[in-house]
Nanobody
Framework: QVQLVESGGGLVQAGGSLRLSCAAS????????MGWFRQAPGKVREFVAA????????IYANSVKDRFTISRDNVKNTVYLQMNSLKPEDTGVYFC?????????????????????WGQGTQVTVSS
């Protein structure tokens, strides 16, 4: 059974940095696409970034491009989200997700229902 466990959230001042981790277990993830989503209070869940495990190709939401970096560690089976130059609008619960079909299109990468597995989320709060 696939399990995703996020960690690394916390409280940070605007302009600061955080690194989120998503420890994945229960499968071989070579053919998966891994994504990060976030949800702010009172708002819908939104796509942040995704990485194709096989080759490390990445896609980012425009709102985080050039500030966030998604990566994966094949040995540790972990996906990371390095977040720099954080803004108050980055506040929310961040979720790790896995698509076992390996979908990787810019037209569908942000569709949450295409991801099979989700973590429990980790809170990120950016103060102004």
């Amino acid at each position: 059974q696939v399990q995703l466990v996020e960690s690394g959230g916390g409280l940070v001042q605007a302009g600061g940095s955080l690194r989120l981790s998503c420890a994945a277990s229960g499968s071989t993830f070579t053919d998966y696409t891994m994504g990060w989503f976030r949800q702010a209070p009172g708002k819908v869940r939104e796509f942040v970034a995704a990485i194709r495990w096989s080759d490390g190709n990445t896609i980012y939401a425009n709102s985080v491009k050039d500030r966030f970096t998604i990566s994966r560690d094949n040995v540790k089976n972990t996906v990371y989200l390095q977040m720099n130059s954080l803004k108050p609008e980055d506040t929310g619960v961040y979720f790790c997700a896995a698509d076992s079909n390996g979908g990787f299109s810019v037209w569908t990468i942000n569709i949450g229902r295409l991801y099979d597995y989700w973590g429990q989320g980790t809170q990120v709060t950016v103060s102004s």
